[in-house]
């Protein structure tokens, strides 16, 4: 091979890794658009719309939250029936989650953090880390994002 066709080569793989950012960014923005649309419809929205003052005043996965979303349960199995953004979607939770999927959850998990006054991102995830059975290197990955958010101020 020579220097030109190496450069080149080079070159193709940097426009390839860039289409592909670029697919992974459009199915993030579909998410983003999409993202919890169903809370706002039928049968989900009259129950959420109920009960969600209930839950910002309770403190994730304690056993009065977990009280609360039982109570919400018609809504909340639809919600995850139609949402894979929560490992609670598939059959093998989040071992059946893909890149985008697990995206999507943590961007979830921290805007939900914020909406409770005892909310912080790094609890939520280490409560998680049981309820899903998260394995040590996402976990890592998770609290790595976390922290690196912080420190750029997201």
Not at 27 to 41: F, I
Not at 134 to 154: H, V, Y
Request: proline share 5%.
């Amino acid at each position: 091979m020579t220097p030109t066709e190496a450069r080149q080569q080079t070159k193709d793989h940097i426009e390839r890794v860039g289409g592909l950012l670029r697919k992974v960014m459009h199915s993030l923005g579909n998410r983003a658009q999409g993202h919890d649309a169903g809370k706002l419809e039928e049968p989900e929205a009259p129950i959420f719309e109920a009960n969600t003052a209930k839950l910002s005043g309770l403190t994730y996965n304690t056993p009065e939250y977990k009280e609360a979303l039982a109570a919400m349960k018609v809504a909340i199995d639809h919600h995850y029936a139609e949402n894979r953004h929560h490992p609670e979607h598939f059959e093998d939770g989040i071992a059946g989650m893909d890149l985008i999927d697990l995206v999507e959850m943590f961007c979830d998990w921290r805007a939900a953090s914020e909406r409770h006054p005892t909310g912080d991102i790094f609890k939520s995830i280490k409560s998680n880390i049981e309820r899903f059975n998260l394995d040590p290197q996402l976990t890592s990955i998770l609290l790595n994002t976390a922290t690196r958010m912080k420190e750029e101020g997201w």
